[in-house]
């Protein structure tokens, strides 16, 4: 971890000899940050529902990077439990939007019955 790094004054960057390699260290850190604050900004502007959707499609994506860039070969195991989670994210996701869109009719409902009631009164 960075603290383990920092305590013993170690430095990942410096013991690498190629430069190429530490730029690739940069990008890696950088592209991770920038992950995290989208995605932190992707549940301010919407509902963690649709958001967690789109999350799980990191799953068959990164299996697609894997088969172009790293050209390795999937195994059975690998892909189940893969199938396995996309499926239940899926369905939990589906599900928890499927209430909120519920709960939004519902309170549409109420504010309308509302209006009418006060209008007769």
């Not at 990164?62 to 088969?67: G, K």
Request: glycine content about 6%.
């Amino acid at each position: 971890s960075a603290v383990y790094l920092v305590a013993t004054q170690h430095s990942v960057l410096l013991a690498c000899s190629k430069p190429e390699v530490r730029w690739l260290l940069l990008a890696v850190g950088a592209a991770g940050f920038m992950g995290q604050v989208t995605g932190t900004k992707a549940i301010q502007l919407q509902s963690a529902s649709t958001v967690a959707l789109v999350r799980y499609l990191d799953v068959p994506v990164s299996f697609v990077y894997e088969l172009l860039f790293f050209r390795r070969e999937l195994n059975v195991f690998s892909l189940i439990g893969a199938a396995i989670i996309v499926i239940v994210a899926i369905g939990a996701g589906l599900f928890k939007l499927r209430q909120e869109r519920q709960q939004a009719r519902q309170s549409n409902s109420n504010q309308q019955t509302n209006f009418y009631k006060g209008s007769l009164v």
